[in-house]
């Protein structure tokens, strides 16, 4: 398959018997797909002819954090099934291609993830279909591949800090990071093991480059309540039954007496991606999940709670992503393309604070509560 590397020839001169065994369309050049201009009921009445049931893999780490997504799914289209499964992104994306692997499909109609290299790395091997969806021109051009084989459906974050609000007076809650491994603060945090989501990885590099590993060896020695996944953390605080009142690697659990503060510091930010799979026999079904994904309607919710959007138009308080004073939108990206430095962080982690313990967040009775 090595000429299709000189991807310059004609695809009319290519015999059908040769375009069988070559890769998809977006393996090419000159052949991006025209921006899907009907409206969310038009492609909901070619997605109910197909029939069947839409799978989506969606990153993540509690079940609860799905189910959101699927009643307002079953609410707006009840003539398409869907089945959105949440998991961490790693688990995912070996699932994904594990199946791949075995018998050529790959197990999902769509996936949604963090993994942001994986969608490079299958839209290079032609297992992404491009599709441009509905609100394609009002994406930021940054935030979406231009063959439009993935796209970001949201800004995910983690670096705010989380606590107990009737356990932790605001004027106490930490103004920066270094504040942490404060004597105060021992016994009382509950975090994200960083060698366990790369997520979590990235965003203690950007605190480690900041305050040194003195400050990570320090926190090591706060006693801190290491957890797999990030979900659970912000559960715990709001729990109230602990000392573990406060965390930075989750994001609000929607809980009364839990509040965040943003630190004026570097954090992480991410666009979460949406991809749809080559391999589907539900094309239309899964173009409706990625149009609807990124529709005004579901993405104002969204702005009006003041998190950032991939959408231009719309008015969140938090303002354009790209005004961020301290973190930039881009650079979770390029951190998780270079495998190797990942790695590296990891064991220096896990050099520390050893190998992550327990089941897989998704697995852990927090976690499963739907
Ligand atoms: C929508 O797109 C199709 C195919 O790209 C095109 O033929 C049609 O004219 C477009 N319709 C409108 C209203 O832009
Ligand atoms: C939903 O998808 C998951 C993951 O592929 C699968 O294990 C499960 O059986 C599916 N559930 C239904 C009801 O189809
Ligand atoms: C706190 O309460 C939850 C459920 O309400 C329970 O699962 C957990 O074990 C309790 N934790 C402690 C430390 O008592
Ligand atoms: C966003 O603000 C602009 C300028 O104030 C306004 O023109 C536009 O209608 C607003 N959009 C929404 C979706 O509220």
Do not use: C
């Not at 025209?34 to 989506?56: C, F, H, P, S």
């Not at 997504?69 to 994306?93: C, M, Q």
């Amino acid at each position: 398959m090595r000429f299709i590397e000189y991807s310059s020839f004609s695809l009319a001169l290519i015999s059908p018997v040769l375009a069988a065994v070559l890769p998809s369309w977006n393996s090419f050049p000159g052949h991006e797909p025209a921006i899907d201009n009907r409206t969310l009921d038009e492609i909901y009445a070619a997605a109910q002819k197909e029939g069947g049931v839409l799978t989506v893999f969606s990153g993540g780490d509690e079940i609860k954090q799905g189910t959101s997504t699927i009643a307002a799914w079953e609410a707006r289209f009840p003539g398409v099934k869907l089945n959105l499964t949440v998991d961490v992104s790693k688990y995912h994306d070996s699932r994904i291609d594990r199946q791949f692997e075995k018998t050529g499909s790959d197990g999902a109609d769509v996936a949604i993830l963090q993994t942001l290299h994986d969608f490079k790395r299958w839209k290079e091997a032609g297992r992404l279909l491009p599709y441009k969806p509905v609100n394609w021109e009002d994406i930021y051009s940054s935030l979406r591949d231009p063959s439009g084989a993935f796209a970001a459906i949201s800004i995910s974050q983690f670096g705010a800090l989380i606590y107990n609000s009737q356990l932790l007076k605001a004027s106490d809650v930490p103004n920066s990071y270094a504040e942490f491994v404060d004597p105060a603060w021992k016994g009382k945090l509950v975090l994200t093991y960083p060698n366990d989501d790369d997520a979590v990885a990235y965003l203690f590099s950007t605190i480690i480059n900041n305050y040194g590993w003195e400050w990570f060896e320090a926190l090591a020695q706060q006693d801190v309540q290491w957890i797999r996944g990030t979900g659970q953390p912000s559960d715990v605080v709001s729990e109230g039954n602990s000392s573990y009142v406060l965390t930075f690697t989750s994001n609000p659990s929607g809980a009364q007496n839990i509040a965040s503060k943003v630190l004026n510091e570097p954090r992480l930010l991410w666009p979460q991606s949406a991809a749809i799979f080559a391999s589907t026999t539900k094309p239309e079904s899964a173009k409706l999940f990625l149009s609807w994904m990124l529709s005004e309607e579901r993405q104002q919710t969204r702005a009006s709670q003041g998190l950032y959007v991939p959408l231009k138009s719309l008015n969140s308080t938090a303002g354009p992503v790209w005004n961020d004073l301290y973190t930039g939108v881009s650079q979770f990206a390029t951190f998780m393309q270079d495998r190797a430095s990942v790695e590296r962080w990891r064991f220096q982690y896990e050099t520390t604070i050893g190998t992550a313990q327990g089941v897989s967040p998704v697995l852990s009775v927090l976690g499963s509560t739907p």
